[in-house]
């Protein structure tokens, strides 16, 4: 684990495996949020957690602290080969095709125990899908792998599992029990013929075809893919269900879901999350998915969550707005998008959803949101909707809203 510098501090990133840690384990977070920064605590849509304004003096207590709370990775300098994006109720959906977790423990192990692979780079990034009806199928991933049945698994290079004809099809299939083999042919292959300007699987992509990429991963292997997952798509996923109260595998317990203000917590609310279930999975939409409520307890959860301010319903504000880290904590940000977006949060309509990104890079969408400001100074945006051109330029926060108002009323 290592603390990196931003605008407002150190920043020490906690990769949670499919996003998931104990209530014991948040307890710690929050102290050590507390004690060794500002107390301010960020949910990424990587369904991770990044602790803010870490001071120089007390990173290495808060990174002893977080190891021997079980959260650093399994090897030193393993840290960045966890990113492994599972749906948050991965193992827990009645109406999921496989529990992927048994596979996924297999796979972070093997990942972090392979010298090799401290070559890939930090972001690239791998998705076990088991069919669940929330997960998140806008991200793209290096490599993919989404479940077709009980035993086996369609999987694709660069992108995510297709849910339409205008997605790229799946590559191939593979039993359950070779995905692990195959995703270390994968990755071996990826570093065998990358250049070290080609950091993900899209840039390789630019110079071999999927299919050369492919031959090359069977040659390492001791079994057959098979091409039969043209045709195959994978049902859309339900972002909705990242609300309320959900039934999950095992009677007698719910998961209850609700979203994180603008994907930042503060010390005391996560202590507060940590007090209503026993475990919790942070998600991809930057929310939180608490696991394992008694069943009785459901509707007092929900009212715990309200007085929380997390947003429990679909239509709130909060739910319907995201914002990355803006200038006040980020060197390359022109505006402060989370306090712009506390402003617009007041002046909302009542549908459509907005994302204010404090520059190009949009670090908090990879998904689709409805419209998008883009800060090009403070407290002023250009409007996207979806063209690449500005619908509207260097309006304010006000302006954005009316615009946003005049948008839902001729819709
Ligand atoms: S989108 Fe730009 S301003 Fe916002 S966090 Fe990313 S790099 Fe920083």
């Given at each position: 684990m290592r603390i990196v510098p931003a605008r407002d501090g150190g920043l020490c990133r906690i990769r949670l495996t499919g996003g998931e840690m104990s209530a014991a384990q948040a307890r710690v977070v929050a102290d050590v949020a507390k004690t060794c920064g500002s107390g301010v605590i960020d949910a990424t849509n990587r369904s991770n957690l990044q602790i803010r304004s870490v001071r120089p003096d007390a990173e290495d207590a808060l990174i002893s602290r977080l190891i021997e709370a079980g959260l650093g990775p399994a090897t030193q300098d393993a840290d960045d080969l966890r990113n492994l994006m599972l749906s948050p109720?991965?193992?827990?959906?009645?109406?999921?095709?496989?529990?992927?977790t048994p596979i996924a423990r297999v796979l972070l192990e093997q990942m972090q125990h392979d010298a090799r692979l401290r070559e890939l780079s930090p972001k690239f990034a791998i998705m076990l899908d088991?069919?669940?009806?929330?997960?998140?199928?806008d991200h793209p991933h290096d490599v993919w792998f989404s479940a077709l049945s009980a035993h086996r698994f369609a999987f694709g290079l660069?992108?995510?599992?297709?849910?339409?004809?205008?997605h790229l099809p799946a590559a191939a299939s593979v039993e359950s029990v070779h995905v692990p083999d195959l995703m270390n042919a994968v990755l071996h292959t990826f570093l065998d013929l990358?250049?070290?300007?080609?950091?993900r699987m899209r840039d390789l992509l630019q110079t071999y075809s999927a299919e050369a990429v492919l031959d090359r991963v069977q040659q390492k292997l001791d079994f057959q893919l098979k091409?039969?997952?043209?045709d195959w798509r994978r049902p859309s996923s339900n972002a909705q269900l990242r609300f309320g109260v959900h039934p999950r595998r095992n009677e007698g317990a719910v998961c209850i879901g609700a979203q994180i203000p603008l994907g930042r917590l503060d010390a005391t609310t996560l202590r507060a999350l940590a007090e209503i279930a026993p475990r919790m999975r942070m998600t991809p939409w930057q929310s939180v998915m608490l696991l394992d409520v008694p069943v009785a307890d459901a509707a007092s959860s929900i009212d715990r969550l309200k007085a929380l301010d997390?947003?429990?319903?679909?239509?709130e504000p909060f739910a319907r707005l995201i914002a990355c880290t803006g200038s006040q904590g980020c060197a390359k940000g022109f505006s402060d998008t989370k306090a712009d977006a506390h402003r617009l949060a007041s002046l909302m309509p009542e549908t459509g959803n907005v994302h204010l990104s404090g520059c190009a890079r949009s670090c908090a969408a990879a998904h689709h949101v409805d419209t998008t400001l883009l800060a090009v100074a403070p407290g002023r945006y250009d409007l996207y909707t979806q063209a690449s051109e500005p619908v509207a330029r260097r309006i304010t926060i006000e302006e954005a809203a009316r615009w946003l108002a005049r948008s839902t009323t001729d819709a």
């Open positions: 109720l991965a193992g827990l959906d009645p109406h999921a095709i496989v529990d992927v088991g069919g669940e009806r929330l997960a998140m199928l660069g992108g995510c599992p297709p849910t339409s004809a205008e990358a250049l070290p300007e080609q950091t091409q039969d997952t043209k997390l947003a429990t319903t679909p239509n």
